[in-house]
Structure formats: structure tokens, C-alpha cells
T-cell receptor, first 116, second 111 residues
């Protein structure tokens, strides 16, 4: 069964609104989670590394004030897309690293965001 | 230069064909390598890890060439159900252990 969940699976919103996406590890405590974004016909691009209890580490070119990440517990990381615009429409996928199984990352089912 | 590069394809092959995907990586500090499969509008699923000695799982064979910094995936006797996008990925241990994906190679197996 799924070990990482994401919610919501799909969201449609108006331009200018903020959208929060939750990523939960179900079977293990994840000190590190990752957020990816995937545009159509493109690969998964790492946006940021979310560390429990500390600030996220953002990849070059990703605006930290626009994509707010909070990893307040060992099983939950959230990504908030603030003031979303149509160009933010994408497939957002999180993954969680299982510290008990070296190198193993489990992916959530993804969230499809459409900004009108 | 991208950390991980793949031929985006698409590869269109008939059922039963053998198809090979290659992927190159630029960071010599990379220590762990993977092949993922992604179906349309879904999350990537781990297909197999790639070990230095090469490894096989049924019709799938993965190989690693550290000297040339590339990994490969061979699919034998391809099935219609193999149609998907195949992504190689490497873990960059010198960058916090993040998993970086190649562009993905689209495979379409035709009857």
C-alpha cells in the first residue's frame, strides 16, 4: 500500500489565490522530504528539500517566498504556492526518505494544480 | 550542464523487441543509481536500482559504467504494458543526498 500520501490530488484555483499541498509519510518518520514539480512532457524537477525542524533548502531558481515549505512534524511536510498564477499550473510530487532503508525514497501520488 | 541526461525519445518499438535506454551523469560523487517508470499523470515508481556489477530483474537489465559515467536499462521481449516513460535518477551525496532525475525517455510498444 501507499506509504506516502498527498492531499489534495487535484486542485483548480483562481489566479492570485494560495494553495496548500500536504505530504504525509504513513509508515515511517521522515526527517527529510522532497518537493518536485513536473510540467507536461518534462521531467521531475527538484524544487526543494524539506527538513523537519529547520528551514527548507531550495534549488536554484525556485522562489522561497512563493513556494513556502513547512516540515513541522516527522510525518508531514506542506508546500504552499502563494499567489498562484497560471504558469504555476503543474504536477507537484513529494517524496519522503525512509531513514531506516538507505537511499529509499517513496513518492506521493502527486497533486495536479491548475490555476485559471 | 545537466546533472543527469537522457535521450527523450520517443522510442516506438513493436512487441517483442529489445530496447535500450542510456543515461549519463555528470557528478562523479554520485553513488546510487536508479531507473524509475512513470505512467501518464502518475508518480514515478521505482523499477530497479542499478548496481556496479549490473543487475537483472526478469526482462529488465540495468548496468552501470562508472568510468564513463553512464547507466543503461535494457528491456527484452517488450510488452504493450511496458509503454511508459523511463527515468534514470542519481543520488547526489555531496548535495544532501537529493535524488535528481533525467528528462525521461518515452517508450511506446506497439502490437
Amino acid at each position: 500500500g501507499a506509504v506516502v500520501s498527498q492531499h489534495p490530488s487535484r486542485v483548480i484555483c483562481k489566479s492570485g489565490t494560495s494553495v496548500k499541498i500536504e505530504c504525509r509519510s504513513l509508515d515511517f518518520q521522515a526527517t527529510t522530504m522532497f518537493w518536485y514539480r513536473q510540467f507536461p512532457k518534462q521531467s521531475l524537477m527538484l524544487m526543494a528539500t524539506s527538513n523537519e525542524g529547520s528551514k527548507a533548502t531550495y534549488e536554484q531558481g525556485v522562489e522561497k517566498d512563493k513556494f513556502l515549505i513547512n516540515h513541522a512534524s516527522l510525518t508531514l511536510s506542506t508546500l504552499t504556492v502563494t499567489s498562484a498564477h497560471p504558469e504555476d499550473s503543474s504536477f507537484y510530487i513529494c517524496s519522503a526518505r525512509d531513514p531506516g532503508r538507505a537511499d529509499t525514497q517513496y513518492f506521493g501520488p502527486g497533486t495536479r494544480l491548475t490555476v485559471l | 550542464r545537466k546533472e543527469v541526461e537522457q535521450d527523450p525519445g520517443p522510442f516506438n518499438v513493436p512487441e517483442g523487441a529489445t530496447v535500450a535506454f542510456n543515461c549519463t551523469y555528470s557528478n562523479s560523487a554520485s553513488q546510487s543509481f536508479f531507473w524509475y517508470r512513470q505512467d501518464c499523470r502518475k508518480e514515478p515508481k521505482l523499477l530497479m536500482s542499478v548496481y556496479s556489477s549490473g543487475n537483472e530483474d526478469g526482462r529488465f537489465t540495468a548496468q552501470l559504467n562508472r568510468a564513463s559515467q553512464y547507466i543503461s536499462l535494457l528491456i527484452r521481449d517488450s510488452k504493450l504494458s511496458d509503454s511508459a516513460t523511463y527515468l534514470c535518477a542519481v543520488i547526489l551525496y555531496n548535495q544532501g543526498g537529493k535524488l535528481i532525475f533525467g528528462q525521461g525517455t518515452e517508450l511506446s510498444v506497439k502490437p
